[in-house]
């Protein structure tokens, strides 16, 4: 079982930036692949972006490609998404998990998440 923290989010404006973190602990922290998930008010959770456990392969929802970047520090046991260009419909609370790196599905263990508003 992976033990997960998120934080970084916060209120910014149309256009800004953020950088979320997420702490994992547990024994497979650094040997899984993880990924960022968000849920906006009245809506269902979605993937946003994932990892590979060697940090070599990304996978990205097209709503964010060219605009989010995942990353980790394996070392750390931290993964990170930067957030660029920042738009209102990214609104959401934003979860990192552990995930099966074939198909991107999450673990039933989730983190508190942590809230991204975007203003226009």
């Known amino acids: 079982q992976v033990q997960l923290v998120e934080s970084g989010g916060g209120l910014v404006q149309a256009g800004g930036s953020l950088r979320l973190s997420c702490a994992a602990s547990?024994?497979?922290?650094?040997?899984?692949?993880m990924g960022w998930f968000r849920q906006a008010p009245g809506k269902e959770r979605e993937f946003v972006a994932g990892?590979?456990?060697?940090?070599?392969?990304?996978v990205y929802a097209a709503s964010v490609k060219g605009r989010f970047t995942i990353s980790r520090d394996n070392a750390k046991k931290t993964v990170y998404l930067q957030m660029n260009s920042l738009k209102p419909e990214d609104t959401a609370v934003y979860y990192c998990?552990?995930?099966?790196?074939?198909?991107?599905?999450?673990?039933?263990?989730w983190g508190q998440g942590t809230q991204v508003t975007v203003s226009s």
């Open positions: 547990g024994r497979t922290a650094s040997s899984s692949a």
């Open positions: 990892i590979s456990w060697t940090g070599i392969n990304t």
């Open positions: 998990n552990a995930v099966n790196e074939a198909t991107m599905s999450p673990s039933r263990y």
